[in-house]
């Protein structure tokens, strides 16, 4: 269950709270690091790993259900790891998921992997591959992108509007602007995407949420039957699209795989919009709680770019990676033996102590946001990071303009997954700017 649950009133609930937050910490950490639920409250989720922080802060994990793990809770620990890609491989574990969907995942494609995607491999492999499209993600193809994403925002800026002052920021508002934005990249008409939509939630719902692998090899197989017509369209009418790369793309003379390709586009189409939308109405959330921080960014609307890095380190929406050790090393005063797993737990990075300053305040001028590990670090540091940024910066900087008075319209709720999670439900009240 969630932890430190005492009840009772604000006055004699501190010091009781944290003595029970201790004791159910010390006695049942393991469990609490891989229910979703503590990934559903930002409370459970702070309180266990601020703990771990302190107490042991690469810790070995030994839950019932699952394998063992070390849990590496601090920001220059998670770096250590990251940067060090010759001892600390991305194959065969990427994420959280019991030992018996590892088993039946196996059972049924043959692998231990959930794809062969870039998160799952390694070099040689990942330099080609990610090579592939990274100048689609560079600084050049996101400029030539600027002025869709720049008529996208005013779009959702007069949807908002029409909405007549109240809507589910998350559900209704945040979780369509990326979503269209990368279907913009990998060029899928804008009809199919509510179906690409309902995929990956449902693929991302069931990595580390309740529904488990078969809900995970579902979608899994959607997605593939759906990009493999894709791939037959771009062969015969190419446009200037990632799927064009993909579909004709080639690796030492030789086309890549069937498998690589279909992975590729769903590690895209997926990886680039449950996230950027947790980071857009997370960082809402804590706009409307933090009201003299909105008041500092509307005065001055040139700090978007550093509100931006904290709305991302603030939110974190990527719970963990995983990394498994090649020859045993030392970490945090561990011995990590060959063959163990390491899970890189990024929103601990972004709280600790020893990395930044207050970091439980929020604050839109934070001069050192952009260290945050969100984005992870190191040859796999996200691919999409500065589309996101774009997609975030261009989005808020529209609904500052001409969107005042934003106010909680409803309690927030949150997904409950250990792998990427965010706010599902915003209800939010607000009014159209004088022009
Ligand atoms: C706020 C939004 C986002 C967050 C928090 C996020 C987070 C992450 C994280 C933590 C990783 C793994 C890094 C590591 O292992 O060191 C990653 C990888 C990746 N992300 Fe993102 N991401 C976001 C948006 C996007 C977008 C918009 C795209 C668009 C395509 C994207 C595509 C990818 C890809 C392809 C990888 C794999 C890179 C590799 O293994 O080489 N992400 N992301």
């Not at 069937?258 to 919009?273: K, M, P, S």
């Amino acid at each position: 269950m969630p932890i430190g649950r005492t009840g009772g009133t604000r006055a004699t609930c501190q010091a009781e709270r944290r003595q029970s937050v201790e004791q159910t910490l010390s006695r049942n950490i393991d469990e609490i690091i891989v229910d979703p639920r503590t990934y559903g409250d930002e409370h459970s989720y702070h309180d266990a790993f601020r703990w771990l922080r302190a107490n042991d802060p690469v810790h070995y994990a030994t839950p019932e259900l699952y394998r063992p793990f070390w849990a590496v809770t601090r920001h220059a620990d998670i770096m250590a790891v990251e940067i060090n890609a010759k001892n600390f491989l991305n194959d065969p574990r990427q994420f959280l998921v019991t030992a018996k969907d590892e088993d039946l995942l196996f059972e049924q494609t043959g692998s231990r992997k959930f794809a062969e995607n870039l998160v799952a491999m390694d070099d040689p492999k990942h330099r080609a591959y990610r090579a592939l499209t990274s100048a689609w993600f560079g600084a050049k193809s996101l400029k030539s992108l600027e002025d869709e994403i720049n008529a996208l925002a005013r779009e959702t800026v007069d949807k908002m509007i029409d909405m007549g002052g109240e809507c589910d920021f998350a559900a209704e508002i945040a979780a369509w602007f990326p979503l269209r934005t990368i279907m913009i990249v990998l060029g899928v008409p804008r009809e199919d995407e509510p179906l690409m939509l309902h995929l990956s939630q449902k693929l991302f719902g069931a990595v580390g949420g309740v529904e488990g692998m078969a809900g995970m090899v579902d979608a899994f197989n959607a997605f593939n039957d759906y990009f493999s017509k894709v791939t037959q369209d771009r062969r015969s009418n190419p446009r200037n699209d990632v799927a064009t790369i993909l579909a004709n793309a080639t690796i030492d003379g030789e086309p890549i795989g069937e498998a690589e390709r279909n992975a590729y586009y769903l590690i895209v189409a997926a990886a680039g919009h449950d996230t950027t939308s947790s980071s857009i109405s997370g960082g809402l959330l804590a706009l409307i709680q933090n009201p003299a921080e909105m008041a500092k960014l509307r005065a001055d609307p040139a700090l978007i770019g550093k509100a931006v890095d904290e709305f991302i380190r603030w939110t974190t929406p990527v719970k963990h990676f995983f990394r498994t050790a090649v020859e045993e090393c030392e970490l945090g005063g561990k011995t990590i033996r060959a063959g163990d797993n390491l899970m890189m737990c990024y929103p601990s990075a972004n709280r600790d102590e020893a990395a930044f300053e207050a970091p439980f305040e929020f604050r839109v001028d934070r001069p050192d946001a952009r260290k945050h590990l969100a984005f992870g670090y190191g040859p796999h540091t996200c691919l999409g990071n500065a589309l996101a940024k774009l997609e975030i910066r261009i989005l808020y900087t529209e609904m500052l303009r001409r969107i005042d008075d934003f106010q909680l319209a409803g309690d927030p709720k949150w997904v409950e997954a250990s792998f990427v999670s965010g706010l599902k439900s915003l209800p939010v009240r607000y009014r159209a700017a004088a022009a």
